[in-house]
């Protein structure tokens, strides 16, 4: 409300009985509070606002001039114990009041026209114009609000309430009445049947310079804004402390390289407060998030803090911010006020209605599917019981919501059983009894603790908690029972009741142990390294049904950015896609899963190859190598058993507990083996080679996990192909790479190698992932072997990693292999023969080199094959590379590592002698 003034400059509704009433409780005196020592408060003519303040408030206000001798008071509760903000003509000062000590607190700053003081529990924000700062209160919450010593041209107090705001674009145009679009195009991007996607819609963002999208109100303060981003190029960020256009704070992070900043921006200008050299690798997903809460500024990517300022910034609207945007998708936008936390642990997320009831998804879409049913397992008094599927570490919750239940009925909670029997674990029996009922936890079949509780119909839900060695029982949020300490060796949790209707579906379970997959959200907790990994329709028949799906004609993998220790469980449900063409299954086999892996290698951990070596195997590895295999458990082959393929979703589960290794299928253990020296931990892939894989969930426990960032040094070189040297006479080419790439570029992108100018000389090729082509374009200019024959390439060895490549020209139109280090690839028709062997490995600091006829070795190719040898032999494309997938060497089994390397230090293509 906005106050207004009587003729005789008193506000008209401060009079009478408002005044009496803080005259009478002493509030207001004719004598400065004790102890306030060099500021007197004139709180005899105190003008006292009718409203109280509540825990969240604000107290908005403008002043005439520069006031000299003026007060707000606030959180007053008596004459000894209250806030003010005090004006002095130049500057607004913060004082506190407690028990009669009056104190000045660290906040001081120029007077502005227009203000506001924020006001929470502990804590208050003051913004003088468009300066901000913050500091701690002692005294108590609420109270009325005053002002002693002048007076304001307006004194307005308002409910702050608190932030709260998400969005995850679930619409088919548009981006939201709540959005102001101010640069930049945004549109919602969706698919064509959201009911039949896991995460149908997106924000899309494109601008050539700035585009910024706006949210909120301006008196949003002490609040966290994250967003879940993929961007292709430019720089992706938030804004927040928006308080005019010119006005605010940005958060933004470089892609693929330059500087990633937290930065003011004010009057077109940029001042950057904290800045670092990394940043976002290109089309990955991270969730950004920006915390601001009076005390500074943090930003974050994951888990992980990035850059931090002390500087003040905590009120204003939020928003989205792009740079030189060619394609930027942006989903699960949330903000909310600093001081509200998550739950302490996650909740199993919420699944598709249309997913739940198809009978070909029900196996992993059902909520109930997770349990199973086990009478002889059941507490002695239970009707029906069932355990839930998963292994459950650490803490955990589980709980249930009677509608109604008449006298004798019980619900039953078990935690940290074996799977085997309920008195295994701890029980937690909820027994309806005439008025109320009765709670009581056992372990090991004995009863440690028991309590009466409200009735079980209507009170809320009940809960049996796991929160380190205690076990604590909850009804309608209130603890009933607290008992312990206890200790636990088993991972398995059950319910079941007696006389009551119990709907699995409508069981909550928390654990922070517990991650759950269903891709309904942005991918942020994954690594795609190679292939395109995407929300993607299964069936090409159906195009309606979409899911995250991941392909490529080499090595799709995908990797958890979280690190999973000590004893683990990891299942997916994996699918092929259904493809265009005549053959909708070219490859059948392949649903691939890494369990304890370095997040790079695919060889590394736990390996289970499903429908492998050409779907004649299933596989079980370590490290590379095979512990375990069947061939009597792959994917059908025959055509009659399309529908098998084409509806079914495989399930593959891998568990890990000690040093026992366990391959499930179908929920049927086939496999296991025993591993004198187990794996800690490591991270999880999921991944395919030369194929199509669907996945619609993916559930992972673990002892413990910790989630990793996955940024790269934005710092690092950018090597661009670069003009060649004009040769010597008689080399069509020859360098050194003492100071360009001599023609030399990476082959396949992310499946190719990086190539990198050592100061010292020498062109470094590091394979960024695990298998691939390792590609290393050599020459793309047309030339004749007539004229120039010969090609000569030096190297030394960097480690002795294995390192695999052949070969490749392209010859009248033919790409031809030339066997050098790798197997020859099959499916090249065209190979060469009488070459030389190389190794690219070796002992490190070792000096290679091989010198190729090649236009002898085609010139024989030619005749061996057709007998008619061309007069003109014009090759266009010659390069290195792998394009062997025998026993998986795409995918950096035996060679072609992530992190493999070779030094080449001359490459020349020489003119016939």
């Known amino acids: 409300m906005k106050q207004t003034r009587s003729a005789s400059g008193r506000p008209r509704f401060l ?66 114990n209250f806030a003010f903000l005090h004006f002095d003509g130049t500057n607004a000062t913060l004082y506190e009041v407690v028990d009669g000590r009056q104190r000045r607190l660290p906040v001081s700053l120029p007077i502005a026209s227009d203000g506001a003081l924020f006001i929470r529990p502990g804590r208050v924000l003051l913004r003088l114009g468009d300066r901000q700062a913050a500091a701690d209160l002692s005294g108590p919450p609420g109270g009325r609000y005053a002002w002693a010593g002048g007076t304001f041209e307006e004194l307005t107090p308002r409910h702050s309430g608190t932030v709260f705001f998400t969005d995850d674009f679930m619409r088919e145009e548009g981006t939201g009445e709540y959005w102001r679009p101010l640069s930049g195009r945004w549109a919602v991007r969706s698919v064509s049947d959201p ?91 991270y969730r950004l998030a920006v915390r601001t809460d009076g005390d500074g500024i943090a930003c974050f990517v994951g888990d992980e803090t990035l850059l931090r300022s002390e500087q003040v910034a905590a009120i204003g609207r939020v928003g989205l911010y792009v740079l030189d945007a060619e394609e930027t998708l942006i989903d ?32 992993w879409a059902s909520l109930a599917s997770s349990w199973q049913s086990d009478s002889a397992g059941a ?39 074996d799977g085997s029997a309920a008195n295994a674990g701890a029980l937690l ?49 209130r ?62 028949c159906d195009p309606r049904w979409s899911w995250m799906g991941g392909h490529s004609k080499q090595v799709a993998q995908m990797w958890s950015r979280r690190s999973f220790q000590g004893d683990q469980v990891v299942e997916f449900f994996g699918a092929l896609q259904h493809q265009e063409g005549r053959d909708r299954y070219p490859h059948l086999g392949d649903i691939n899963l890494t369990i304890c892996g370095d997040g790079r290698n695919l060889d590394s951990g736990y390996q289970v190859i499903f429908a492998g070596w050409g779907n004649r195997w299933t596989r079980l590895l370590r490290n590379g190598e095979i512990v375990a295999g069947s061939g009597d458990h792959v994917m059908p082959a025959r055509s009659g058993q399309f529908r098998e393929i084409h509806r079914r979703w495989f399930h593959i589960k891998l568990r890990k507990s000690g040093d026992l290794i366990q391959l499930y299928l179908d929920g049927q253990l086939v496999r296991e083996f025993r591993d004198p020296e187990p794996i800690e931990g490591g991270h999880v892939a999921l991944w395919t080679v030369n194929n199509a894989m669907m996945v619609a969930r993916t559930r992972i426990y673990a002892e413990r996990s910790e989630l990793h960032s996955f940024l790269k040094d934005g710092t690092s070189p950018s090597i661009e192909p670069q003009p060649m040297a004009d040769p010597p006479s008689g080399y069509l080419v020859r360098t050194a790479f003492d100071q360009t790439l001599g023609g030399l570029e990476t082959l396949d992108g992310a499946q190719g190698a990086d190539l990198e100018l050592r100061p010292e000389g020498g062109l470094l090729a590091i394979n960024r992932n695990s298998g691939g082509s390792f590609g290393v374009s050599l020459y793309r200019r047309e030339f004749n072997l007539r004229d120039y024959s010969t090609v000569r390439l030096a190297w030394t060895a960097v480690s002795d990693e294995p390192v695999r490549l052949n070969l490749f020209a392209r010859v009248n139109g033919r790409l031809l292999e030339l066997p050098l ?93």
């Open 332 to 363: 699960d936008v949330r903000v909310r006020s600093s001081h509200i936390r998550p739950p302490s642990m996650g909740i199993v997320p919420l699944i598709s209605e249309t997913f739940e009831t198809d009978r070909e998804m029900e196996n």
């Open 379 to 417: 507490p002695r008094a239970a009707s029906e019981f069932s355990w839930h599927k998963g292994e459950f570490f650490g803490d955990l919750s589980i709980g249930y919501a009677p509608r109604e239940a008449e006298e004798g009925a019980a619900l039953f909670f078990v935690i940290g059983a």
């Open 15 to 80: 009079l009478g009985k408002v005044v009496t009433a803080l005259l009478a409780s002493g509030l207001i005196a004719s004598i400065a509070v004790a102890g306030t020592g060099p500021i007197d408060i004139d709180l005899e003519n105190a003008r006292i606002g009718r409203r109280p303040l509540g825990e969240h408030s604000r107290l908005e206000f403008r002043v005439v001039g520069t006031p000299d001798g003026l007060s707000a008071l606030f959180n007053c509760h008596d004459r000894n």
């Open 429 to 477: 029996e909820a027994r309806q009894g005439t008025e109320g009922s009765v709670l009581t936890i056992s372990v090991a079949g004995e009863s440690i603790a028991s309590a009466a509780a409200a009735p079980l119909g209507g009170s809320g839900q009940v809960t049996f908690r796991k929160s380190g060695d205690l076990l604590i029982a909850e009804q309608g949020g």
């Open 479 to 540: 603890t009933v029972l607290e008992a312990g300490p206890v200790e636990l060796a088993g991972q398995t949790i059950g319910i079941g009741s007696a006389g009551l209707e119990l709907d699995l579906r409508e069981v909550e379970l928390r654990s922070n142990n517990a991650h759950d997959y269903l891709f309904q959200q942005a991918p942020v907790e994954w690594f795609a390294r190679t292939g395109i990994w995407a929300i993607t329709t299964r069936w090409e």
């Open 195 to 285: 009911e039949r996607s896991a995460n149908p819609f997106r924000c899309v963002a494109r601008a050539d310079g700035v585009g910024l999208m706006t949210t909120g109100e301006p008196h949003w303060h002490a609040y966290e804004a994250s967003a879940s981003v993929q961007a292709r190029d430019g720089k992706v960020g938030l804004v927040f402390a928006k308080r005019s256009p010119d006005d605010y704070h940005l958060f933004r992070m470089a892609v693929d390289r330059g500087a990633s900043e937290l930065v003011h921006v004010r009057d077109g200008s940029e001042r950057v407060l904290a800045r670092t050299s990394r940043a976002l690798y290109p089309d990955q997903w």
């Open 821 to 913: 280090a790798a197997p020859p690839e099959s499916s090249v028709a065209f190979r060469l023969a009488g070459g030389p062997t190389a190794s690219f490995h070796g002992e490190p600091g070792s000096d290679h080199h091989i010198e190729i006829d090649l236009e002898g070795i085609v010139t024989e190719w030619y005749r061996g094959r057709t007998g008619d040898i061309p007069e003109r032999l014009m090759v266009t494309d010659l390069f290195l590379a792998n394009a062997s997938n025998r026993d998986y060497l795409m995918c950096g089994f035996g060679g072609n590592r992530a992190g493999a390397r070779v030094l080449f230090t001359e490459f020349a293509i020489r003119a016939n002698e």
